[in-house]
């Protein structure tokens, strides 16, 4: 790849586009000091100029959320065929619907909690779940307006549904598994190693995971032998079902005297300073700079014709 211009595509729309450009500007400078030619791609309205102005030949996709997480931009990359990192346009849609993810997880016998579905414009009431539960949009990530419920009001409740329908037009509903959270990366099918997170307070929401200080990450994670195989093995197997490639990540939950449950698959991990996937590819020895050079190798382009 090193005959070859590497563009970082960053920035892009929404609540998590400060996040992306750490994470750009990260790997970025992982890239310059290696050798690469490369040049960072602030997203916006503008990007299919950009693209032809910059004349890259690969990009490594640094886009969280909404157009950089969901297909959009992998569909135009493989309209101009220019190879891109990560997953392809259809596991990137699946992965990032968390709804789409919970009916693959159940037939491909990943375990996950209990849920049900809330529609903007359908009835609100909840038929299944009963608290503690999670309250979640479907489609967002950085656990924007997520909020847990331990013992609710109907008052509580409805408000936690309407804050995420302000996000997406469809809400998930889970039933709150309590436990150790354990993150596990998985880079080009094979899982790397297991980090536990630990939030000072509260839960692992949006300020827990990017400012320095707020959680402790435990790397790797206290568990057994027999449990951290688990994992790394159902955290491979649920990139496997999502069909994802290059790098993703895997959330789970794992409860008292219970095995690991599946929260979600995230196809474009966070490459920031407080970031899991490094940490998670430290555990195996894998450096940042090792990383970032290893998920830009797989980068690849769908279409043949």
């Known amino acids: 790849m090193k005959d070859k211009k590497i563009g970082v595509l960053m920035g892009g729309f929404g609540g998590e586009r400060e996040v992306s450009l750490n994470s750009g500007r990260a790997v970025l400078e992982a890239l310059e000091r290696s050798g690469y030619d490369v040049v960072g791609i602030d997203v916006g309205d503008d990007l299919v100029d950009k693209l032809r102005e910059s004349r890259i030949e690969v990009a490594f996709v640094a886009l969280h959320g909404h157009v950089g997480e969901d297909g959009i931009v992998q569909g135009l990359l493989e309209f101009m065929r220019i190879p891109y990192t990560g997953s392809g346009v259809l596991s990137s849609a ?4 968390k709804i789409t993810t919970k009916r693959i997880f159940e037939r491909g016998g990943i375990p996950t909690a209990q849920w049900e579905i809330v529609e903007r414009d359908g009835d609100k009431k909840l038929r299944k779940i009963e608290p503690p539960m999670v309250v979640k949009p479907s489609a967002a990530g950085s656990s924007l307006a997520v909020t847990i419920l331990t013992d609710p009001g109907s008052d509580e409740i409805e408000e936690a549904i309407e804050k995420a329908l302000e996000v997406d037009e469809k809400v998930i509903v889970e039933k709150y598994i309590p436990g150790a959270e354990i993150t596990v990366g998985v880079l080009n099918g094979e899982p790397l190693g297991c980090v536990e997170i630990r939030p000072k307070e509260g839960f692992y ?4 995971k990017y400012t320095s200080g707020c959680a402790e990450y435990l790397a790797p994670a206290p568990l057994d032998e027999k449990t951290t195989s688990l994992i790394r093995r159902l955290g491979a197997d649920a990139c496997k079902v999502l069909g994802c ?8 939950r794992l409860p008292p005297q219970a095995g690991p449950v599946a929260l979600e698959v995230n196809t474009i991990p966070g490459l920031t300073s407080t970031s899991l996937l490094p940490k998670s590819a430290k555990v195996m020895g894998m450096d940042f700079e090792e990383l970032v050079e290893r998920m830009l190798a797989n980068a690849a382009c769908e279409r043949k014709d």
């Open 205 to 208: 929401d949006y300020e827990h």
């Open 245 to 252: 490639r290059g790098a993703a990540r895997a959330d789970f």
């Open 94 to 97: 699946v992965s990032m619907d």
